[in-house]
């Protein structure tokens, strides 16, 4: 079975090694859920130096490429930052649907009926 391409956003914690559990709890809800997910918080500061500006713009232009290639971005946490909303603009503008982490549990849970 192939599953659609879910891009995650969420507020990532400063921390790199809080943001990278949170991110992969989310990538895990979302494979459950039935999705293939892609979260570039995960692996870009593997190869990407956020503190060099190209590198940042590197990743964040990466990070929409991915985006235009999904099927869905989905909203994780109760949090809301501008890059956030700048990740549900550009979706919205691309007809890529937008939806919440707890709004796919929800669907999949009906499911199950």
Same mark, same amino acid.
């Given at each position: 079975? #192939?599953? @659609?391409?879910?891009?995650? %956003?969420? *507020?990532?914690?400063?921390? @790199?090694?809080? *943001?990278?559990?949170?991110?992969?709890?989310?990538?895990?809800?979302?494979?459950? *859920?039935? !999705? =293939? +997910?892609?979260? @570039? %918080?995960?692996?870009? +500061?593997? !190869?990407?130096? &956020?503190?060099? +500006?190209?590198?940042?713009?590197?990743?964040? &232009?990466?990070?929409? &490429?991915?985006?235009?290639?999904?099927? /869905?971005? /989905?909203?994780?946490? =109760?949090? =809301? %930052?501008?890059?956030? #909303?700048?990740? /549900?603009? /550009?979706?919205?503008?691309?007809?890529?649907?937008? $939806? $919440?982490? &707890?709004?796919?549990?929800?669907? #999949?849970?009906?499911?199950?009926?």
């Amino acid at each position: 079975m #192939k599953r @659609p391409l879910a891009y995650i %956003t969420a *507020a990532w914690s400063g921390d @790199p090694c809080e *943001a990278t559990e949170q991110a992969a709890k989310y990538c895990r809800a979302v494979y459950e *859920a039935g !999705f =293939s +997910p892609i979260c @570039p %918080t995960l692996y870009q +500061p593997l !190869f990407l130096n &956020d503190a060099v +500006p190209e590198e940042h713009k590197s990743g964040i &232009d990466m990070g929409r &490429d991915l985006l235009r290639r999904s099927h /869905v971005l /989905v909203v994780c946490g =109760s949090i =809301s %930052t501008e890059g956030m #909303k700048n990740d /549900v603009a /550009v979706a919205q503008r691309l007809g890529i649907t937008a $939806t $919440t982490l &707890d709004g796919i549990l929800t669907v #999949k849970r009906q499911g199950r009926r």
